[in-house]
């Protein structure tokens, strides 16, 4: 099991200023923070129900 990253509280505030700055930038960088992400991705047999949505063959991948 990984760790579990410390909650912290954000404040949202109304001011954007313009390209390139979001609010998750500015609290990120007021905190003293960096963002990271993780991604894992696989493929698997579709299901009877996943293959009727995406209208291919069950098992199909």
Known sequence: MRERPVPRRIAR???RPA???SPF???QAAEGA???WESNSGQEP???EVAERL???PGSG
């Open 13 to 15: 505030s109304g001011y």
């Open 19 to 21: 390209s390139g700055a």
């Open 25 to 27: 930038r500015q609290e």
């Open 34 to 36: 960096r963002g990271t």
């Open 46 to 48: 579709a299901s009877p």
């Open 55 to 57: 209208g291919i063959e």
